[in-house]
């Protein structure tokens, strides 16, 4: 995937050559369900995850859940 | 009658002499025993383990932790050098100070052998050099002021106070919550010292249990002590000891009681009954309710709710001192976080387990700030949302099986991370702090 624009966040899929668009995508994580808006390509549905988001806020979800 | 395998030939204790003695432990049916015999005092055996899971299967593989810095050196052997000594295996997660002998009850069951009389307490600076001898040893672990009931001093807020200010994030007190439901000032100035859980010892759900157990009627205590943490933002675990004949029947109970009263309350955690220090007669098996036992009541209980796979051992102490299960409370009903499947037949490193346990109590034990989180509720993203529900809507349902002379194993005494600190600075895995003959005697308490 190309990071075209750093401003608008605007991604490409490398494959279908599409405008990744923000998209409402079910996330599985231990036993649960979520349901959490995510770049997806709309040609071939890949999810797009960023640095970020997984270093982030997915991380921090993750870590909630942490079992000892 | 069956041998487990080469690990059930074991190091045990006399119940009468306290001596070490040679134990094994074997299997007939769906049972576990230990059996070990005195040459002085003869052959005991006791149940271990009974029901559903064999105990052969509840295993979670440990490579041992090893102390950076030990108290004390081994002479005469594990477990009469507890202080701690280079032969124990696993780090402290939790540092218990009893900060009183006195109580406010008189309960026909209690380690501690607490009483009404008024004893003399450890100072201010008494407590301060155990704060630092932890610190010293394992570092900023969770704190649990115990006791006694710590309710009864006045100054238990300083005493919190003096633990964060030196460092400690999670000081937990151990309490009956007779003083935090009489006295509303004092809980806030429990909470404004920085206390994070209240331990509540919490038995059952009506009265009757109480009774039997405590002596007087407490359940509108109980209750009124919950609404007061609620009130000020205290986090609440409820602890009910398990005695068969007396509250088992009311373990569903328990936990719908929890639930209902979540963010507040975290969590359920049992202590099925073990016999040391004040108890009514020696223990026969009829008289003890094993993990798997409990796991099976909660499960029938709460109407399979709550599945018994969804329960694991422990990664931070021994496989056999407890089982926790994680959820998150949901409109319809709970969503299960652990499972056991996920223990595989993996090696984990016991010093990563003991920084998971830590974390997790801290973060679980602790309240929810649901006030604060829900003004910023308009401008959270989905994951802002999901780590809001985690937050608030956690609640854990654990057991921690202690074990007394008549079961104590040696390999789970030295894999304890819950050390009970003594007035000179040493720290003393809980069970063989408690520990105490068929005549009450005691190995390190007092």
């Known amino acids: 995937m190309k990071h075209e624009n750093e401003k608008k966040n605007l991604w490409i899929c490398d494959k279908c050559h599409k405008e990744l668009v923000s998209e409402k995508t079910k996330v599985r994580y231990l036993d649960g369900n979520f349901e959490v808006a995510l770049l997806k390509c709309p040609e071939c549905n890949l999810v797009f995850i960023s640095e970020d988001l997984a270093l982030g806020k997915m991380l921090e979800v993750e870590k909630g859940l942490e079992d000892k | ?446």
């Open chain 2, 1 to 446: 009658m069956m041998l487990l395998n080469k690990q059930s030939k074991i190091e045990s204790l006399c119940p009468i002499c306290l001596k070490k003695i040679d134990a094994s432990i074997f299997t007939e049916g769906e049972t576990s025993y230990m059996m070990k015999t005195c040459p002085e005092h003869g052959t005991f055996k006791t149940v271990l383990w009974r029901g559903g899971i064999p105990m052969g299967k509840w295993v979670r593989h440990k490579e041992r932790a090893y102390l950076e810095k030990t108290v004390t050196k081994v002479d005469k052997g594990c477990p009469y050098d507890c202080g701690l000594c280079n032969e124990h295996r696993q780090h402290t997660c939790t540092a218990l100070i009893e900060v009183t002998q006195n109580c406010n009850l008189q309960c026909p069951f209690c380690f501690a052998d607490s009483f009404a009389k008024k004893g003399q307490e450890p100072s201010l600076n008494d407590i301060r050099f155990q704060y630092q001898s932890v610190l010293r040893v394992s570092g900023t672990c969770n704190i649990q002021l115990s006791g006694g009931e710590p309710t009864v001093r006045n100054d238990l807020p300083e005493i919190i106070k003096m633990g964060v200010d030196l460092g400690f994030t999670f000081i937990q007190v151990n309490t009956n919550g007779i003083r935090m439901a009489d006295d509303e000032n004092y809980v806030i100035s429990l909470k404004k010292a920085g206390l994070s859980s209240v331990f509540l010892q919490f038995d059952g759900t009506h009265d009757k249990i109480y009774r039997k157990l405590r002596g007087k009627a407490l359940f509108e205590k109980k209750f009124k002590a919950i609404e007061n943490c609620k009130k000020y933002g205290i986090g609440v675990v409820l602890v009910p000891t398990l005695v068969p004949g007396v509250n088992i029947d009311n373990i569903g109970e328990i936990i719908k009681f929890g639930i209902k009263h979540v963010p507040t309350v975290r969590g359920v955690h049992f202590q099925p009954v073990s016999y040391f220090g004040r108890m009514p007669k020696m223990p026969q098996d009829k008289d003890r309710i094993t993990l798997p036992e409990v796991m099976t009541e909660i499960s029938k209980q709460t109407d399979n709710m709550i599945l018994v796979e969804s329960m694991k051992p422990p990664g931070c102490e021994n496989a056999l001192c407890s089982f926790h299960g994680n959820y998150i409370i949901e409109e319809n009903g709970l969503m299960q976080v652990t499972k056991r499947s996920s223990c595989c037949c993996a090696t984990e490193k016991a010093e990563e387990g003991a920084n998971k346990a830590k974390a997790f109590v801290a973060r679980n034990w602790s309240y929810y700030n649901h006030n604060n989180k829900d003004k910023q509720q308009e401008d959270c993203s989905d994951w802002d949302k999901i780590l809001k529900t985690i937050q608030k809507s956690s609640f854990s349902i654990s057991a921690m099986a202690f074990q007394d002379a008549w079961n104590v194993n040696l390999e789970r005494i030295k894999d304890c991370c819950i050390h009970v600190v003594t007035h000179d600075g040493r720290l003393i895995p809980f069970c063989m702090y408690n520990l105490t003959n068929a005549e009450g005697r005691s190995l390190y308490r007092n």
